[in-house]
């Protein structure tokens, strides 16, 4: 972890900077659709082949929030974020189902936590999406660029279906940043869309190295959003830069577009990512329906519930 990065984010001032951030939006908090947490063990390793800069990474990413799971929870609720993710993903067949059990506990003991799942192309997988949708599962992961599987693959047919009709949102990670794989990029997700029109995918990241692209599929499809996690930083600007010439095109899609962070696993710290966002100059409205209401409109997270969820987090 770089020494500057850990100072601002162990700084006591970086929740009350956060805080106030919401705050001059006039919103109550701020709903994150992308951070993750996972089981000890696999965090570990993800953390791991960050730090080691494994191909799908290719550069320096220090962790910036390298703390034990009750920290970290702890963080976000201090940051005043009023629901979050625990994104989930495999990298190989026979591991979803566990992880899906893990996240539904984690839940269960984290009512500011959407219950999330996940997904893997296997024989297996109408069986345990059946059951996680059972059990209340309110967002999916997928993770084409780790998982290293089309998204388009048959095997993942009865799963797909079966979301859509339940109108589960999917947080899916397809875009070809920092490391292009076979089946990144918007063509598998077309066909994808093709199939399956109902399905509700947040693209991870905006789509980043290809956001012009996924915008011109979001225009195909009206079931696309977009998440905002690590694009507009110094990072990502270094690696897979937005181009100025489409912020009109960012402003259009406001409705379409949640926010998101990656946090724990960012090389910068919450508040700075949320600044810039709010460099983009897009206007406080445009703000409050991506840090906020869009979510909450996805979700069902009106207040009455989250003052819900948040008390039962407080227990």
């Known amino acids: 972890m770089c020494d500057d990065v850990q100072d601002r984010a162990e700084s006591v001032d970086e929740a009350a900077a956060v805080v106030a951030f919401h705050r001059s939006l006039g919103l109550p908090g701020l709903i994150d659709v992308h951070t993750h947490f996972m089981p000890k063990s696999v965090m570990d390793k ?11 990474v290719g550069r320096p ?25 625990s994104l989930i993903y495999p990298h190989r067949p026979e591991m979803a189902a566990w992880l899906n059990q893990w996240a539904a506990e984690f839940a269960a003991h984290t009512p500011d936590c959407l219950h999330t799942a996940t997904l893997y192309p296997e024989p297996t997988v109408g069986d345990y999406v059946g059951d996680a949708l059972a059990a209340g599962a309110q967002v999916f992961k997928a993770h084409v660029q780790v998982g290293g599987y089309d998204p388009a693959d048959q095997l993942l047919d009865p799963a797909w279906s ?9 947080v899916i990670h397809c875009g070809s940043s920092p490391t292009a794989t076979a089946y990144t990029g918007p063509e598998p997700i077309a066909r994808l869309l093709s199939r399956h029109p109902r399905l509700q ?18 225009a195909r499809f009206p079931t696309i959003r977009f ?9 990502a600007d270094s690696f897979a830069p937005f181009s100025a010439v ?25 508040a700075e990512g949320l600044a810039g966002l709010a460099a983009l100059d897009l206007g406080a409205d445009w703000l409050r329906r991506v840090c906020y209401q869009n979510a909450a409109d996805l979700f069902g997270l009106g207040d009455d519930r989250l003052l819900v969820r948040l008390g039962a987090a407080s227990v």
């Open 46 to 56: 993800v953390w791991q082949y960050f730090d080691n800069q494994g191909p799908l």
């Open 61 to 85: 990413w220090p962790i910036t929030y390298r703390d034990d799971e009750a920290a970290r929870v702890d963080r976000l609720r201090r940051f005043g974020v009023r629901a979050f993710t």
């Open 162 to 170: 079966a979301i859509a009709d339940a109108g589960v949102p999917v």
């Open 201 to 218: 995918l947040i693209i991870a990241h905006m789509g980043m190295g290809q956001y012009r692209e996924f915008f011109d599929l979001a």
């Open 227 to 235: 998440d905002t996690a690590v694009a507009f930083t110094d990072h």
């Open 246 to 270: 489409d912020l009109p095109r960012l402003a259009d899609l406001g409705d379409r577009i949640l926010f998101g962070s990656d946090y724990p696993s960012i090389p910068y710290t919450y």
